[in-house]
């Protein structure tokens, strides 16, 4: 029993030692527990008896752990002291409630409190609820709160309590009863400061953290945007000049709409230029649409903002006929996030209506502006806890390090630099499969936001052939006391590296609930940029650096029309680009469907890669969602091989002997076979021997068979001919592959295609495209028995058992 002691003297000095080192870790210490394990010996039971050690049952001890979470303390003592361990009994009878150190569900349960009454009431409000009907227990996720409104509940929650809150709040204290509990509990360390609004004037101030990001990434890769663009469809009679009217009284209200960045003594600096007096903005235009809407975009978005001397903001309406037009609002990254772009198009159609009504608009007044955020976060990073956010990324960046450049499989060339022009493709789930998401979600107390990420990340895992995936997932970043912060205009927003271990165990519910941690895990280190993380990481040639290649962003566009709005609109694409994107994901939520849409560089994905990357995550979020009897396709091990080939085209893949091959002559050889065989006439699930010598041509070969769908039969050329014809027939075998040592071979075993590797092909090789699709249970190779008890067997082996070597 010592070495257990001493195990468990040592878990409680770590959690405390972690704990104080700002990553929280809580060990309970459990009486015994009654009739499991060693406590259910006789001899235990007896001894325990005598000297009324406590005990608890499993009931209790579970009920224990689970209201655990609502105490901030590394280490709780769990026990029943009023009970004696001879009173526990396998009588069946009701277990009375733990008198532990850790308040039990029924405590919790405070309906009378203040705190509970405040936070039951600003649900109920988010639900369309009672609050008096709501379950305390019910944990805020499985009510159908997502990740962004509840963001907004503890934005509310400090407003009506006065105090500041983490915006993990809500993920930290998942129901009701636990955040009670735990704001009843813990008295407030710190009331809201607000910052004293700042009046507009044109003096320069600095370029926040995020800001310089974009600035010196647009200085490195000039003919880069860096923007947020959103189109909305626009359904009925629309009036240009009014609608352009709207637009001058939104870029009066918001100052970084007028925002111009100069250099003031070597150093970027930023300025608000005066409003001026018009009924028509120079950034804004009309014309008729006469050509696919896409390449419109793919136009607007690549056209580079100069913003020395042009403002910040573009916007486009294309008429589409008498009652229909599409409205292209794009921003800078330097100026504005996604989340202002939901700020500008939610007030756009409340102007346009009170004018389309003869009426002044009735706005809310905004008590500050992006210039008093900037001071904010200048506190924030003089702050001891903004020290400690640096210290655990810099720790945590040493582990996972810099992003692979070639952690994906791409169609460019990777050593070239970035370059534009920056491509989209958008596309959308069904209802039916939205739904079936959020009912999963729910069910696995996790938010739709982390379910869709999770299917994300096991698609990055599959598509670069590595288990451990870091995905840049983007954050609002408007957490600062500033007042009126979330009807602000300015680029707050910025990412956080999430960093998760893709486990192929086929448990399809460990996953989001590994996402979820790995997200609260960053969120709580959330003072550090972008700019702050990218200082951590070493220099790889002229590559932005970032932690992860990938990039996710879970939107929120405005979905309800203003009442008396003479027109209807549907938020229908968006885009968001800077010259750091390489495969960036979009979502957001609209009529019950969620839309997406893949952000990435033309140069280094082809339109049929992109086209694939769709299919396969859609196929992916039905899985998840359970609206498909299999599991959406894994790449294949041929497709394996060949991202390792793009990751490391230089690295050594075969030796033998005085052959040497790399993975980039790997690939093209096995590819040069596959269309040889193609050319004969080799379909998908055709047999194919391979008769070679080990070596090189044998990793070519089986590679070259796989590529071209079929299934390689490996043959031994030393045994003898008849006993190789059999076997050839048994499989179903129709083409031979051979090198010029098994030739004469290879020639005897009857009606065969032969490709003789040694024998280069006069034809012209087939134009290289993707592989034949294959299914799971389809068959890789088939693998003849010694005959040691007989003839020899063909095994088949499936693509799904090869890939679990």
Known sequence: ??????????????????????????????????????????????????????????EQALQALYDATTLNSPQLLVMDAGRQAGRVEDTGDAVPATRTSVPMREQVRTADSPARDVIASLIAAELGQRAHDIDDDTSFLAMGLDSLTAVDLVKKLEHEMGRALPTTLLFEHSSIARLSAHLSRTPSEEQIAEVAAQHDDESSFALTPVQLAFHTTGKLHPDIGSYAYLRQTVV???????????????????????MRIRSDGG??????????????????????????????????????????????????LLREGADRAALLILLHHAAADGASLNVL?????????????????????????????????????????????????????????????????????????????????????????????????????????????????????CWGGQQQVTVNVARAGREARVQDIARLVGPFADTLPVTVTVHETGDTAALPHEVRVAWLDSERRGSVTTLDLARLLPTIDTAPRTAGTASFSFARFPLESQPGCPVSITATAARTASAATQLGLVCWEFEGALNFSW?????????????????????????????????????????????????????????AGDVTLTYAQLDQSAHRLAARLRRHGIKANDRVALLTSPGADTVVGLLGVLHAGAAWVPLDSAHPLQRLAGQVARAGVTAVVCHGSTREVADRLGELGVIDLDAPSTEEPCADGPDPAVRPHDVAYIIFTSGTTGRPKGVPITHSAMTTY
């Open 236 to 258: 009925g009679e629309l009036d240009a000049d009014l609608l352009a009217q709207s637009l001058v009284f939104l870029e009066r209200r918001h100052p970084m709409l007028r």
């Open 1 to 58: 029993m010592g070495a257990y002691a001493a195990a468990n003297a040592f878990l409680d000095a770590f959690a405390l030692a972690e704990t104080q080192a700002g990553r929280p870790v809580q060990v309970l210490n459990f009486a015994a527990w009654a009739n499991t394990g060693m406590a259910a010996a006789p001899a235990f039971r007896a001894a325990a008896a005598a000297k009324g050690v406590p005990q608890l049952s499993t």
């Open 599 to 655: 952000n990435y560089p033309g140069n280094r994905f082809s339109p049929e890669t992109i086209e694939r990357f769709t299919n396969e995550y859609l196929a992916e979020l039905t899985a998840t969602a359970g609206c498909a009897a299999t599991p959406a396709t894994e790449s294949s091990v041929a497709q394996r091989i060949r991202a390792q080939c793009r990751r490391t085209p230089e690295a050594v893949a075969v030796e």
């Open 345 to 461: 198009c939610e007030e756009l159609w409340q102007v346009y209506t009170a004018m389309s009504q003869g009426r002044a608009p009735e706005l809310p007044s905004l008590h500050s502006h992006f210039r008093d955020y900037v001071d904010s976060i200048g506190k924030l990073r003089a702050s001891e806890a903004f020290a400690a956010d640096c210290r655990y990324w810099r720790e945590r960046l040493e582990v996972t390090g810099q992003a692979q450049p070639k952690s994906l499989t791409y169609d460019g060339d990777l050593d070239a630099e970035p370059s534009g022009p920056l491509a989209a493709r958008q596309f959308v789930t069904g209802a039916s499969v939205t739904e079936a998401l959020q009912e999963r979600a729910a069910e696995l107390d996790v938010s739709l936001f982390h379910l869709v990420l999770t299917a994300y990340i096991r698609r990055l895992a």
């Open 267 to 316: 150093q970027p600096r930023q300025v608000i230029r005066p409003s001026i007096e018009t009924d028509w903005p120079d950034w804004f235009e009309t014309s008729d649409l006469d050509g696919p809407i896409e390449a419109v975009e793919d136009d607007l978005c690549n056209r580079v903002f100069r913003l020395a001397n042009e403002p910040p903001i573009r916007v486009l």
